[in-house]
């Protein structure tokens, strides 16, 4: 795999505060990243590097094979970038900001691109007559999720993507990432707390914690590393606890029911279930919130 955004050992300090210390980290062609952390984790500080609109006490990234310091406007060029607190031209219209930054482009709007997601993102032409001004925090971050995406970049960096946004345009997000994975041509770094959205978007999350990375894993190795909660309902009563089997705890037993948590695969116990008059059986599926609160709690 070809990997477009580099990051070898990146430290930044402000005086004696270090926001970043020793970032490395790979981001490969067509995947989408999310990049996670409490706040002052050092995710902003991160992608304010990785733009250059920061330099780096030590370490370097590349973007694209450009540096990011020294080529800081050739890897700038292969970006599409959503700003967490995006800029507002409060005299634009929603038309006049987006032809404006794509006159900044080194590329023009891929054709289509731009008209297909301000139908996918509900922007109608009455939105896009109005000043930036006078829109809603929602319809500013839609617009600036079009002018993220729509020259088809290389690399797009994107900062709590669906902040404002309602369940809709959530969704419309989602797809809109379903679609990019497809094409395989962007690569997404995605900077988010909503960790729902992460887990169904995202293949890999990295996770920062006081400025140093504590963990990059892809979300299947992460489901299948975390138990799963068995609830196993009975027929009539059964006076024996749950069976002593690898990978099995039990966290609860009664004559109607069992509770136990199960790493690694089902099999042994739903065997061993199949002479018990099982009346239901209910499988909790462990979630990217369970180990990114056990990264968080690390000490």
């Given amino acids: 795999m070809t990997a477009v955004i580099e990051i070898d050992g990146l430290t930044k300090d402000y005086g004696r505060l270090r926001a970043l210390d020793g970032l490395t980290l790979d981001v490969y062609e067509g995947e989408v990243v999310g990049f996670l952390g409490p706040n002052g984790s050092g995710k902003t500080t991160t992608i304010r590097l990785l733009l250059d609109l920061i330099r780096p006490t030590r370490g370097s990234a590349r973007i694209g094979g450009f540096d990011c310091r020294r080529q800081g406007l050739e890897a700038r060029r292969l970006v599409g970038y959503l700003p967490g607190d995006m800029p507002i031209y409060p005299e634009l219209t929603?038309?006049?900001?987006?032809?404006?930054?794509?006159?900044?482009?080194?590329?023009?709007?891929?054709?289509?691109?731009?008209?297909?997601?301000?139908?996918?993102?509900?922007?109608?032409?009455?939105?896009?007559?109005?000043?930036?001004?006078?829109?809603?925090?929602?319809?500013?971050?839609?617009?600036?999720?079009?002018?993220?995406?729509?020259?088809?970049?290389?690399?797009?960096?994107?900062?709590?993507?669906?902040?404002?946004?309602?369940?809709?345009?959530?969704?419309?997000?989602?797809?809109?990432?379903?679609?990019?994975?497809?094409?395989?041509?962007?690569?997404?770094?995605?900077?988010?707390?909503?960790?729902?959205?992460?887990?169904?978007?995202?293949?890999?999350?990295?996770?920062?914690?006081?400025?140093?990375?504590?963990?990059?894993?892809?979300?299947?190795?992460?489901?299948?590393?975390?138990?799963?909660?068995?609830?196993?309902?009975?027929?009539?009563?059964q006076l024996l606890p749950p069976p002593d089997l690898p990978g099995v705890r039990t966290v609860s037993y009664s004559a109607a029911a069992w509770t136990v948590e199960v790493t690694g695969p089902l099999g042994p116990l739903l065997g061993m279930l199949r002479s018990l008059p099982v009346a239901d059986l209910d499988v909790e599926r462990p979630s990217l919130e369970d180990y990114v609160l056990g990264i968080y709690a690390r000490r």
Avoid: N, W
């Avoid at 999350?205 to 609830?231: C, F, K, M, N, Q």
């Fill in 94 to 237: 929603g038309y006049g900001y987006l032809a404006y930054l794509a006159s900044l482009g080194a590329e023009p709007p891929a054709p289509g691109a731009a008209d297909r997601l301000l139908v996918r993102f509900d922007l109608s032409p009455a939105d896009l007559r109005r000043r930036m001004r006078d829109l809603s925090h929602g319809t500013r971050r839609k617009l600036g999720l079009v002018q993220a995406l729509m020259a088809r970049p290389k690399v797009a960096i994107l900062d709590e993507p669906t902040s404002g946004l309602d369940p809709l345009m959530i969704e419309a997000f989602a797809e809109t990432m379903a679609d990019l994975k497809r094409e395989g041509r962007t690569t997404v770094f995605l900077s988010s707390h909503v960790l729902s959205e992460v887990e169904r978007t995202c293949d890999r999350v990295a996770i920062v914690r006081e400025g140093r990375l504590a963990a990059v894993e892809s979300i299947p190795r992460i489901h299948a590393s975390l138990p799963r909660r068995v609830t196993v309902r009975f027929a009539s009563a």
